[in-house]
């Protein structure tokens, strides 16, 4: 764990924590140099092992190969005096999708729409270069506020991304290891096979759900129950869970009430 006024790299000053994400810890840091404050995001142990370091390296090329308004821009990639990799990116202003629905509820149909249509364009971009993310989720659709006003949402975290194109790309997950989140991992993903594009699909249709409804459409107390349910489960339609949702909705999810 680093502390505030720790200097990485001789080149990046500690603010303080800003949370986890997939491999590494992140902090806000500032720039001595510049002066601006970015997003540093540090692997957890100088001694993580080679595929945690070969994954790690894979988010920093795989996110700098996207530029796309609704993506996360990567700044720099380097490794600090310590052996530890770190990777810099543009500091979002925030909140994340998660805590928009933790602290709001559901969405209203056109702005849930609005949001799916920048976040779908972006990983759009990540299938054309050949990346799945592989782990869409709200907590990894963060809102941004630029000093004109503008406000946009960009995905983040391609620590878990696979990328299909790269002819020498190091297999990094064993048969049946599963990396990511289960309530929004399509059931591929949970049974350890290859993920593809239709898999990201199947996760942002996990999000519009719960941003429709402020639900997810498979809810357990334990993972393995909750990966039972994403397996072989039957989702309730939308209009179900939050009354005075239009009925095509539920037509477009593909969703049909079990006591029918």
Known sequence: MLTPGHVVDGRYEILGPLGAGGMGQIYKARRVTLGDEVALKVLLSPEADREARERFLRESRASAQLRHPHIVSILDFDMDADGRPFLVMELLSGPSLRDEIDLGGALGPARAAEVLRVVASAVQLAHDHGITHR??????????RYGSGDRVYKVIDFGLAS???APDVTRLTLPFTFLGTIAYSPPEQLAGEAVSPASDQYSLAVVAYEM???????????PMALAQQVMTGTTSPPSSVRPGLPALLDAAFGARDPQV
């Open 212 to 222: 429709l409804t402020g639900k997810r459409p498979f809810e357990a107390p334990e």
């Open 163 to 165: 990328v299909a194109t």
């Open 135 to 144: 782990d869409l989720k709200p907590a990894n659709i963060v809102a941004h």
